[in-house]
């Protein structure tokens, strides 16, 4: 079979093949009817998911990486859903010193879930701020926000100095 003179496999537009993310946009249809930490936690996880919010200072304690890597990612997409189908239990998961932990008190979901919530409230924090350079009435947001993120610290002990990932939440 002879290919025509007019066709050249390698002039194919790069728009014809949109770059698809790894999973769907997140959608939180049940989270209303979870308890405010795992709102804020489900919906924190779903906004680093869909925004590519990037996630600063990581290093997983256990495995001495300093990257964040696409099986991390995938980790915070599957918690933010089995949050919203009820299948997560944020209170024995999250906080400080649950069963099954490492040395240091945390665990794996922990170590990569935390510094995600810290990098949303700084990102979000940040977005917000530049809305009150430009004008925009953010004062609520602004409260709302710092107000989430002091329920949401206090609630998984990360407001304790000597909790290992305080640091993400100077």
Request: hydrophobic share 40%; proline share 8%.
């Amino acid at each position: 079979m002879s290919s025509s003179p007019d066709y050249d496999k390698t002039d194919i537009p790069s728009d014809i093949f949109p770059k698809i993310p790894p999973w769907p946009c997140l959608q939180l249809s049940n989270i209303s009817t979870r308890s405010r930490a795992a709102q804020i936690t489900a919906t924190a996880l779903a906004a680093v998911c869909n925004d590519d919010i990037q996630i600063e200072d990581y290093l997983p304690e256990p495995r001495g990486e300093p990257y964040w890597d696409p099986n991390d990612l995938a980790v915070l997409h599957m918690v933010a859903i089995q949050i919203d189908k009820g299948l997560f239990d944020v209170e024995t998961q999250l906080k400080w010193k649950v069963p099954h932990t490492y040395r240091d008190g945390t665990n794996y979901i922990q170590q990569v879930v935390i510094p995600a919530l810290a990098s949303y409230f700084k990102a979000t924090k940040e977005k917000t701020l530049l809305a009150l350079k430009d004008g925009e009435n953010a004062d609520d947001v602004l409260a709302h926000l710092d107000d989430d993120r002091a329920y949401l610290m206090c609630f998984l002990g990360v407001d304790n100095e000597a909790h290992p990932m305080f640091r993400y939440f100077l």
